[in-house]
């Protein structure tokens, strides 16, 4: 167990390859951002869905950096290459880069809108 924690501490987040969930869907909006559409499949949520006339899908507007982002994950670009493309389009707007950019692909990751491959 406890080398199980320090492998994961130890893991460098740069060279990992984030992969998008096969269950979420997305489309581009008229304004070129990126609309992720996230099925609510767990039981309570479909019973949410029934009771309260919920919507089965949850849609999330992503802003420009964050469709930037969606867009280059495509299991070929590993968190380095992702951070020099928005670096590329981006500069000065997109500062502090890296810290930004892992506590963001953190977030899709802890939501299973990705996963990482190494």
Known sequence: MIRNKKEKKDKNYLTLIPIKSEKIKYKVKSNGNIQLIVPRDSFIEKIAIKLFFAPENLKIDL????????????????????????????????????????QYVNILKSNDFIKFIE
């Open 63 to 102: 802003d420009e950096i964050g469709s930037f982002i969606w867009s280059n994950i495509d299991g070929n670009n590993n968190i380095y290459q992702i951070g020099k493309l928005i670096e590329e389009k981006f500069g000065e707007k997109a500062e502090p880069l890296y810290e930004r950019l892992i």
